[in-house]
T-cell receptor, first 114, second 116 residues
Framework: KNQVEQSPQSLIILEGKNCTLQCNYTVSPFSNLRWYKQDTGRGPVSLTIMTFSENTKSNRRYTATLDADTKQSSLHITASQLSDSASYICVVSDRGSTLGRLYFGRGTQLTVWP | EADIYQTPRYLVIGTGKKITLECSQTMGHDKMYWYQQDPGMELHLIHYSYGVNSTEKGDLSSESTVSRIRTEHFPLTLESARPSHTSQYLC???????????????FGEGSRLTVL
């Protein structure tokens, strides 16, 4: 069964600290993996996309990694800011036929305290 | 910033009422979607469209219906709302050719529906 599991479910850190969010998936065949940020009361916004051949990709203070062999991805946030408080959702796309499908994780709720 | 708009943002109605959630995008995207999101749960696809006059049901069974008469407009309708319909409804669009699993999704800000 294709699934996406995220951990931890929630996380509280102090402003300025780093943190790492995890995403494990069983989706096959794999096409790509996206991390979305969803602020409270808003729609998700894409942070980065990882394809099969990519191991690491950075976007400002966000660094995503992908290990296609172990089917794991991580999102590392450096020097956290209050505005980083949000839910971070891992979304995996498969390559099944011409339809393709998206598999969503339940998200990690990050709270950054001053 | 994505140009996709949802109205109303918040709606509280009584059981049995008919409601329509509006979604419009100005990006010219052919593919549009409706997702349902409950607290602490993953997004579930309830409807999608590949273009005008194309609508399909998603993975999660829903009593709602959708229409796609214009490219930019993808409204969702509930003929008779029930408390079990209480949820957050997110509209999205994407431009990449191919199946629903491809391309970045651009989301609206959501419509939070409460049925009493």
């Amino acid at each position: 069964k294709n699934q996406v599991e995220q951990s931890p479910q929630s996380l509280i850190i102090l402003e300025g600290k780093n943190c790492t969010l995890q995403c494990n998936y069983t989706v096959s065949p794999f096409s790509n993996l996206r991390w979305y940020k969803q602020d409270t009361g808003r729609g998700p916004v894409s942070l980065t996309i990882m394809t099969f051949s990519e191991n690491t990709k950075s976007n400002r203070r966000y660094t995503a990694t992908l290990d296609a062999d172990t089917k794991q991805s991580s999102l590392h946030i450096t020097a956290s800011q209050l505005s980083d408080s949000a839910s971070y959702i891992c979304v995996v796309s498969d390559r099944g036929s011409t339809l393709g499908r998206l598999y969503f994780g339940r998200g990690t709720q990050l709270t950054v305290w001053p | 910033e994505a140009d996709i708009y949802q109205t109303p943002r918040y709606l509280v109605i009584g059981t049995g009422k008919k409601i329509t959630l509006e979604c419009s995008q100005t990006m010219g995207h052919d593919k549009m979607y409706w997702y349902q999101q409950d607290p602490g749960m993953e997004l579930h696809l309830i409807h999608y469209s590949y273009g005008v006059n194309s609508t399909e049901k998603g993975d999660l069974s829903s009593e709602s219906t959708v229409s796609r008469i214009r490219t930019e407009h993808f409204p969702l309708t509930l003929e008779s709302a029930r408390p079990s319909h209480t949820s957050q409804y997110l509209c999205a669009s994407s431009e990449v050719a191919g199946g629903i699993g491809t391309g970045e999704l651009f989301f609206g800000e959501g419509s939070r529906l409460t049925v009493l």
